[in-house]
């Protein structure tokens, strides 16, 4: 799931996660540094805040525009046909969407500093799925939790559409009742996959 796919050398692909490594590192100094000592309860509260809202906008994006609108479906139709691909946003591009859909909403409507947590909050959760998407199609072996949602996300490209559309949690799979896929299991072994549910 992404805003929207392109086909990446490796070193472009895997430089994202060290950009937004270094600028969730740079946002959480800055905050602990800068930030009034009293805000920094409640700053903590909007960075799980923009945490949480992560995955929603994660699910909102795979399900309605990544597999519906136009020229969006088609490009992440590539990442779905070839799951190993090093596919991936432009940073510049995610940048670009988090400065004007979270970090300046939140600048005009709480002030500067809500605004950084709540960004912190989202580029932690977009960092999450970014690493897990990775290790869904690239790691073979890992902890049960990783592997079972590497199982969820297996099951989402074997269906598409009718469901699994959360790469860092089920909960709005669950929430909107899109865990259950509308196609008979191909194999045994999905089969098996579905009685985990
Ligand atoms: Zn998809
Ligand atoms: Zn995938």
């Not at 309605?64 to 609108?69: A, D, K, M, P, Q």
């Not at 509308?182 to 985990?196: D, E, N, V």
Request: glycine residues 8%; contains cysteine.
């Amino acid at each position: 799931m992404l805003i929207f796919t392109i086909e990446q050398s490796p070193a472009t692909y895997f430089a994202d996660f060290s950009v937004y490594g270094v600028g969730i590192a740079a946002l959480a100094a800055v905050i602990g540094l800068y930030a009034p000592q009293d805000l920094q309860t409640t700053l903590m509260l909007w960075v799980l805040g923009g945490l949480a809202f992560w995955t929603l906008i994660e699910y909102g994006v795979h399900r309605f525009v990544l597999h519906r609108i136009p020229p969006f479906a088609a490009m992440h139709e590539l990442h779905h046909r070839n799951p190993r691909a090093y596919i991936g946003t432009p940073t510049i591009v995610t940048m670009l969407l988090f400065t004007v859909m979270v970090f300046l909403p939140a600048l005009w409507a709480a002030g500067v500093w809500v605004a950084c947590a709540l960004t912190l909050g989202v580029l932690l959760g977009y960092m999450a799925y970014s690493v897990m998407h990775h290790a869904a199609h690239h790691w073979r072996s890992s902890g049960a939790w990783l592997k079972r949602r590497k199982q969820v996300h297996g099951l989402h490209h074997q269906f598409g559409p009718p469901g699994f559309y959360g790469v860092t949690t089920s909960f709005w799979d669950h929430v909107f009742r899109t865990t259950r896929a509308t196609q008979a299991p191909r194999s045994g072994r999905t089969a098996q996959l579905f009685k985990l549910k």
